[in-house]
């Protein structure tokens, strides 16, 4: 009989956000799957709603939810709802785009305007460092640019894997590290219904009484 | 930007307007392989279901309404007298913890929507609550709860002895197969009040209860009994499956977040959205008069002028309001009233449905509050649409809405809408070219499933709907 699995402390649903092809989708699953898909390859992303991964912090597991953008990003379209609940947002750019490090603000300000709780922990990152000839955005231009949003800052390469892990590790410690983010009830999760084929008796369920 | 990254592109199905059909038709067919482009002329999702905070709803009344679809939107003061403005004030607080929704809208526990969020797996990503209550209002009020259980039936002290024993009978034959279509054959095409009338002895508030708030028929709809019985089962039958009641409405936006989980779906399948597009007209491909397939062999039959630019498309899913004045009719008008109330007058923690039936007409009614996310702790929504012109509505929908809601609670501010219901004119089909009604005076979700499925199936091919 195979051992009950440990109790899962806590669910912390992550999400991504950023201009196109900064990398987002290539973090992710650099992350979850250990996989990096080559430029031409990338369109392979379509179909990932999000990814879930286990994750220890000081001997207890949590599990990670990881969303990605399905390509909502593109136009600007993604769905209020793929804000919601959030405990953790990683803020992509690309440090060999100068442009993609710019637009960082519209998408602090959607995300402002979308999560509403002020305890959400927001991370930049700065990805494609194997590109570093290529480099417009300096290390310290992000550190700085982080510092000001009161958020965490690491430089990544999905490519190579260099900073993966660790990003994604120290925001889920930063989530553990606040409690009042994910301790406190779903937001409307008393009595809320979960769609699924469980079946109850029905009241016309045949019973003529 | 979209205009430019787009022009010239092909797609086998081009959406226009984000409401529940449309978002369906793209979710379903972007995961059968199709490539998919759905597009908004807003810069929000939900199309006729769009659902905004108090502020956003009065700038989007001055603003970017589509007159054609809500040629009236008036501010009334509330009880206080205060003006519109000052009304606004009042609400200010908690602004964002409000979801007002254009077409309020639930979904039978056992209907097509729920089945179909269970088997595309999109039920994930929408939360529901329970509709907990349903009532009949009466002029002056108070509402009086329509029984959710068998259990529900006996216990009710409102209720005589013989009309619990009416209900029960109603109740056992819906419930039994057998029963249940000996009871409509014999009702041949009797008239559904004559038939619940004759058959089960119903009259007064029961035949009231029964007629609109189970049923949910129209004022004034004619509807045979067979048809009324299958609503009536379909609701009896939605009791028990995830609690006592039958229906289910959405968190944060009842219509807009299933659209919006239908988007993300397509989304996730490879389709591609662009809202606050400069979309149209659409026109047919010139170089494919004759419907079967142009030169070059990419089967476009549309142009799309979209943003500056323009794609191609082999199908073209519409709402009415985006279709060309001479192929829209306006299928009916309603008035509809969203109202504010101070205090949660039907529960702080509830959703309810009501019908408020008078000598005037019948109005349908939906309650909600910080149950569904849609309303600040301590405050309601309250929701009222009947059919018909503003100017001969608004009396009739005020009566409901003070009735329904009693002393105990004042409006801090009530928008009275006039809505058209538009819809395809009866003019020369197109091939590829699909219409959809916009949203009428209908509670449930279930016929938008059905009008997705009639452009999934027919319309676009996809075989798991032929």
Request: glycine share 10%; proline share 4%.
């Amino acid at each position: 009989m195979a051992a009950a699995a440990p109790e899962i402390a806590g669910s912390f649903k992550i999400l991504f956000v950023g201009d196109s092809n900064v990398g987002k989708s290539s973090i992710l699953l650099r992350f979850t799957d250990d996989v990096f898909l080559p430029p031409d390859e990338t369109s392979a992303t379509i179909g990932v709603d999000f990814k879930v991964k286990m994750h220890e912090v000081g001997g207890k597991r949590y599990k990670l939810l990881l969303w990605d953008t399905a390509g909502q990003e593109r136009f600007r379209t993604l769905t209020s709802s793929y804000y919601r609940g959030v405990h953790g947002v990683v803020l992509v750019y690309d440090v060999s785009s100068r442009e993609s490090f710019e637009h960082l603000d519209t998408w602090v300000e959607e995300v402002g305007t979308y999560c509403l709780d002020p305890d959400v922990v927001k991370m930049v990152v700065g990805n494609k460092i194997d590109k570093e000839s290529e480099r417009q955005v300096t290390r310290r231009e992000g550190a700085e640019y982080a510092r000001r949003l009161q958020a965490l800052f690491l430089e990544c390469s999905a490519k190579t894997r260099t900073g993966v892990q660790q990003a994604i590790e120290e925001l889920a410690s930063k989530i553990v590290d606040t409690p009042a983010l994910w301790r406190k009830p779903a937001s409307g999760a008393k009595g809320t219904v979960s769609i699924d084929e469980s079946v109850a008796s029905g009241f016309g369920g045949g019973c003529a009484c | 930007m979209a205009g430019r990254e787009l022009d010239g592109q092909v797609f086998d199905v081009v959406l226009l307007g984000t409401g529940v059909e449309q978002a369906i038709v793209a979710s379903e067919a972007a995961a059968a392989g199709r490539s998919v482009l759905h597009v908004d002329r807003s810069g929000w999702y939900g199309g006729g279901y769009a659902c905004f905070t108090p502020s956003r709803l009065v700038e989007w009344a001055g603003g970017a309404r589509d007159r054609r679809l809500v040629p009236r939107v008036e501010l009334a003061e509330n009880t206080a007298g205060a003006a519109a403005e000052s009304a606004l004030a009042g609400v200010r607080q908690g602004e964002r913890e409000y979801a007002l929704d254009l077409a309020p809208r639930a979904a039978l526990c056992r209907g097509s929507l729920v089945e179909l969020l269970i088997d595309t797996g999109v039920g994930d990503h929408v939360q529901f609550r329970g509709v907990e209550h349903n009532y009949l209002v009466r002029p002056g009020g108070p509402p009086q709860r329509i029984p959710a259980s068998k259990e529900d039936v006996f216990a009710s002290a409102a209720l005589s002895l013989v009309e619990k024993r009416k209900l029960m009978r109603l109740l056992a034959t819906v419930g039994d197969d057998a029963q249940y279509a000996a009871a409509v054959a014999a009702a041949g095409d009797a008239e559904f009040s004559q038939f619940l009338r004759d058959r089960f002895r119903l009259d007064g508030d029961l035949l009231d209860a029964v007629r609109y708030a189970v049923a949910r028929v129209g004022p004034g709809e004619p509807v045979a009994a067979r048809a009324g019985c299958e609503r009536v089962r379909a609701y009896v039958r939605s009791m028990g499956r995830y609690g006592r009641m039958a229906y289910l409405c959405a968190l944060y936006g009842s219509g807009s977040e299933i659209a919006q989980a239908f988007c993300r779906a397509c989304a996730v399948a490879g389709g591609t959205y662009v809202l606050a597009a400069d979309v149209g007209p659409v026109t047919r491909a010139p170089d494919d008069d004759d419907g079967s397939g142009d030169g070059d062999g990419d089967g476009a039959r549309f142009r799309v002028p979209l943003a500056g630019g323009a794609v191609r498309a082999r199908h073209v899913v519409m709402d009415a309001s985006y279709a060309p004045p001479d192929a829209v009719r306006v299928a009916s008008t309603l008035s509809r009233a969203i109202c504010i109330l101070d205090r949660p007058a039907l529960g702080d923690d509830a959703t309810a449905t009501a019908s408020y039936v008078a000598e005037q007409g019948a109005v349908s009614l939906l309650y909600t509050t910080r149950a569904t996310m849609s309303a600040p702790a301590g405050r309601a929504v309250l929701y009222a649409w009947t059919p018909g012109a503003l100017d001969e509505r608004r009396g009739l929908l005020a009566s409901a809405l003070s009735a329904t809601h009693g002393p105990a609670a004042a409006p801090l501010l009530t928008i009275y809408m006039e809505v058209n219901v538009l819809a395809a004119a009866p003019v020369e089909h197109v091939p590829g070219l699909h219409i959809v009604d916009t949203p009428d005076a209908t509670l449930g979700l279930e016929p938008a499933v059905a009008a997705a499925r009639r452009i999934l199936g027919p319309g676009l091919g996809i075989e798991a709907y032929m």
